[in-house]
């Protein structure tokens, strides 16, 4: 029984350590589209390392996004992945209003009143592919 408390205790703190290393390299700041354009193209993770944005991300951004969303949409965007007890994985947008119109523009290139603010795996990926720079998940 000792050993198993032993053991018990080993892996929590393996589990704890991964998840403090993890929140390093989660974003400290959010930056909006006016700033990115202005030419600041990186931002400062909880490590105190900077994150560069890719060229071509922020370029295609910045021409399907209209301009006067600029100062409301901030990058990176931010998910929160989940799975429930019948195997189901989906991904919900961290953010306001702003950030759920967001990816609906970069999914659709359009966008409603609300946003899309869960999505499926397959959505996701889709949006994961060509905007890799531009995206952190997190799991808790």
Do not use: C
């Not at 290393?21 to 030419?39: A, H, T, Y």
């Not at 969303?69 to 195997?87: A, H, M, Q, T, V």
């Not at 994985?89 to 950030?99: K, T």
Request: charged letters at 30%; aromatic letters at 12%; a negative charge.
């Amino acid at each position: 029984m000792e050993h198993d408390d032993k053991s018990i205790k080993t892996i929590q703190k393996k589990i704890l350590e991964n998840i403090s290393e993890s929140q390093k390299l989660w974003p400290k700041e959010q930056i909006n589209l006016n700033e990115v354009f202005n030419g600041k193209t990186n931002i400062l993770l909880a490590s105190n390392e900077l994150h560069e944005f890719d060229n071509e991300e922020i370029k295609e951004v910045l021409q399907i996004v209209p301009q006067y969303f600029w100062k409301f949409i901030k990058l990176p965007l931010l998910f929160r992945y989940n799975k429930d007890s019948e195997g189901r994985s989906w991904y919900n947008v961290l953010g306001d209003l702003w950030q759920r119109r967001f990816v609906e523009i970069l999914l659709t290139g359009q966008y409603s009143l609300d946003g899309i603010e869960e999505l499926d795996v397959e959505m996701f990926l889709k949006i994961l592919k060509k905007y890799k720079s531009l995206i952190f998940v997190s799991i808790a």
